[in-house]
C-alpha cells in the first residue's frame, strides 16, 4: 500500500528471536507506532485487535490444501553469494516472519518466526494491489466492466477528480492523471493525508488532517494532465479500482474478493482487510492472509489462473501480465530484473522468462517464475518500509530469493 518511512524516535529497532517473542500486546502500540519495528512484529499478525477490519471468507467446504505441505521441510540449506547457509539463520537478519517455496505445485520449504504461524493472518501490504487486479480481471470476464471505458462512467463522484477522465486500463497499469504524491517523508503529501484521513496513522503528521475516510477524499485529488500515460506509483489508484468494482457489481469490496477469488482457490482460513472510517475497504495495502493462502495466489497465476480445471481467472489476463514491454522509469527488480515493467496491480521483473514479483513494503513477496515452477512468498517485518537495517531491502530480499530458487 504506502511505504511509511517516518523515523519514531521512541521506538528503538531490534531483532527479536521467535522464542523471545510473546503473543501478548506489547505496551507501546499506538496508531502512530503499530506499523514499525519492533512493535509490527507482533501488529502485522494482529491486525484486528488495532484497526476496524471486514472479513473475506473462505468456502470452508472447498478447502485446498497445498500438495506436500506436511512433508515440506522446516529449513533449507541455499548458496548466498559463495557461502552456504540455512534459510532459518538469514530469516532472523532479514526480519522474516515466514516463507513458503512451492516447486511444480508441491510446497518444498515452509518456515516460520516471530508470531506468524501456519493459520494466523499476516499483513500483505501492497501485496494487496495484486490481489485487487486478479479481481477486477475476474469482474470485467463477465462483462461488468469495460477497460476501456472511465472511471467516472462507474463513480460519477470521482468524475472531477484525478482519475476521472482515465480509462479502467490506465488505472490498472497506474498510468492516470491524478496529481497524487507518494513521498512518505512529506506530512504534506496525498500518500500521508490518506493515511491521516483513513484512521491508519494517527500522531504528529496528521495533525491538520480530519479523520474523513476514502469516499469523501478520493473524490478531492487533483488532477495533472502531464502525468497521463506515464507510469507513476500512486496506491490511490487501487483505491479508486477498488471503488469502480463496487459500483460495478453492487457489493462491498471484501465480499467481491471472496467470491471470486478467495473461495475458488481454495483457501484454508479467512482473510481480511482493513477498513477506513467511513467503511471503505483499503484494497491498496490493507489485506491481510495467511502465507499458505497467499502463496495459492502465486499459484494461481503460475498455473495460469486455473484452480484444477476451473479457470478463475482468464488466461489471456495472466499471459498479458507476464509479456509487457520494460519501462525504462521502473529501477531493476533484482540482477535478473533487464526490462522491468508494472502492469494489472503486478511488477514484472523483465527477466525474459515473464516471472512476476507482487510487493509491498516492509518487505511482502510473492515470486512467480514460470519457467522454473516456483512460487516463492515471504511475509517480513522490516523496520521501515524500505528496510531500516543496512543489508535489509528489496535487493537483498531478490538475492535470497534467486538463490532459493537456484537451490531447489
Known sequence: ???????????????????????????????????????????????????PTKTITNNSGFVQP???????????????????????SLMEDQFIDGILIIKNGTAMAELYSGTLKPDRTHLMWSVSKTIAGLTTASVEADGLINLGKTVSDYVPELANSGWGNNTLREILDMRDSSSWVEDYDSPESTVRRQDCADGL??????????????????????????RRGKFIYKSGTTDVMA????????????????DRLWKPIGAENNAGITVDVSGFTLASGGMFAS?????????????????????????????????????NSIESLGDQSINPYYRSFIWGIGDG???LLARGVHGQFIYISPNSGVVITIFSTWPNADG?????????????????KNSI
Open 243 to 258: 471503488w469502480v468494482l463496487e459500483s460495478a457489481t453492487g457489493k462491498r469490496y471484501a465480499d467481491i474478493v471472496s
Open 201 to 226: 496513522l494517527t500522531g504528529p503528521m496528521c495533525i491538520d488532517t480530519e479523520v474523513i475516510g476514502n469516499y469523501k477524499f478520493l473524490p478531492a485529488v487533483g488532477k495533472d494532465n502531464s
Open 388 to 404: 531500516g537495517i543496512m543489508g535489509v531491502d528489496l535487493d537483498s530480499t531478490m538475492s535470497i530469493i534467486e538463490a532459493i
Open 66 to 88: 497445498i500438495p506436500g505441505i506436511k512433508e515440506a521441510k522446516n529449513d533449507l540449506q541455499i548458496n548466498l553469494d559463495g557461502r552456504t547457509v540455512l534459510l532459518s
Open 353 to 355: 522468462e515473464g516471472s
Open 291 to 327: 502465507l499458505r493462502d497467499t502463496a495459492k495466489i502465486g499459484q494461481l497465476i503460475l498455473n495460469k489462473g486455473k484452480v484444477g480445471e476451473i479457470q478463475v481467472i482468464p488466461e489471456n489476463w495472466i499471459k498479458d501480465m507476464s509479456n509487457q514491454p520494460g519501462d
Open 1 to 51: 500500500m504506502k511505504l511509511f518511512l517516518l523515523v519514531v524516535s521512541t521506538i528503538i529497532f531490534v531483532n527479536a528471536n521467535a522464542s523471545e517473542i510473546s503473543d501478548q500486546r506489547p505496551p507501546g502500540v499506538t496508531g502512530e507506532t503499530w506499523q514499525f519495528g519492533p512493535l509490527n512484529r507482533w501488529a502485522y499478525t494482529h491486525i484486528t485487535e488495532i484497526l
